[in-house]
């Protein structure tokens, strides 16, 4: 069994009488190791033993002493901003406008001479439990610190994850694509990527994690590698789809499960083939200001099980259309007074987005998003991506 950690307690008192006083009433708890007691006979030594050892826990000090007295050594002790540091003051019992004095100056309790040693073992319990629970609670605030560092790190892994060069063709302009994604908490489950298939085929994919934090964002990166690595093999939607849900499917303990739509658009053609694994249908927004949600594959999210074949469908965009993809946090973000922003709102504002940029297509949603909330905490991740075919 560990032996307990002693609680280290300085006496400062000039009446030398009272260190041997000290050793014989505690005697049995010092042999114990629960107490280890020092000594200094005024202020000026209390401070050099503080310095001799920092970890002291309670200053048993008296008021009335040579040098440097009780209430200019607790102005010191204040000076160190130790809040585990507990300080008892003693002084004689008629004492009290010295005692009052060393109350509103911050000590944690007194005693008067001729000191009662049942009553100051009382006192010192006190101080003990005091001394225990602030320093639990700092051992709990810095592991909430260390958490949190932690988290900012991932966050800023996980951003580095998403690309934000979204030129994948410079000197070219056959299309123009943007994508933002903003967690609800400090590290999210919503991810979107794009790449070049081949010189003539952009691959997107637009995906959301169920649940939110660190295990959605654990369950976020895991899937997005697989989708990438498996669409840069040139896999078609469906067959990308078939082989991360098989790999995702397997011994999936947690149940968590991912909406994904990924699509290849030919930028000759303007042909898109895609698939859509339970995912919010995207809209293609033509030169008209029509906005028209693309049809499902009918395919079920990636990950409930393996052995699941996902569809294909094909939609041909053209010059000047363009394609909004976006997370179930853009439809579903609730103002304060709990309603959903909703698909006939976003389709609204979308309606008269036909001849913005990609990139001030989404600063418009995002600007009217923040217009409906109205401050009101973000209840999942936003995720939002738009191309336009040029």
Known sequence: MQQ??????????????????????FRSKIRKGLYEFYFAHNGLQALSKLVE???IDIILCDINMPEMDGLTLLTKLNELKNPSLKTIMVSAYGDMDNIRAAMNGGAFDFATKPIDFTDLEH??????????????????????????????IARKIQQSILSNIFDLQPGRSRFELFA??????????????FF?????????????????????????????????????????????????????GKDNVESMFVTAFYGILNLETGKMTYSNAGHNPPYIINKDGKVIALESTGDIVIGVMDGITYHEAEVRLEKGERLFLFTDGVTEALNDKGDFYMEARLEKILANAQTLTAREMIAKVSMDLSQFTKGAPQSDDITMMAIALN
Do not use: W
């Not at 307990?4 to 009433?25: A, C, G, M, N, Y």
């Open 180 to 193: 933002i994604m903003n967690a609800a908490k400090m590290v999210g489950g919503d991810f979107y990527d």
């Open 4 to 25: 307990p950690t002693p609680i280290k307690i300085l006496s400062v008192d000039d009446e030398q009488d009272l260190e041997i006083l000290i050793r014989q009433k």
């Open 53 to 55: 050892h920092p970890d």
């Open 196 to 248: 070049m298939v081949d010189e003539d085929h952009l691959g997107f994919i637009v995906a959301d994690v169920s649940d939110k934090g660190i295990p959605s964002a654990i369950y976020m990166a895991v899937s997005h590698t697989i989708m990438r690595a498996t669409a840069l093999r040139g896999l078609s939607p469906g067959a990308c789809m078939d082989y991360t849900n098989n790999l995702l």
């Open 123 to 152: 006192t010192i319990e006190k101080a003990i439990e005091q001394i225990n629970f602030i320093r639990k609670a700092q051992k709990e605030h810095d592991q909430l610190i260390a958490i949190q560092n932690d988290l900012d």
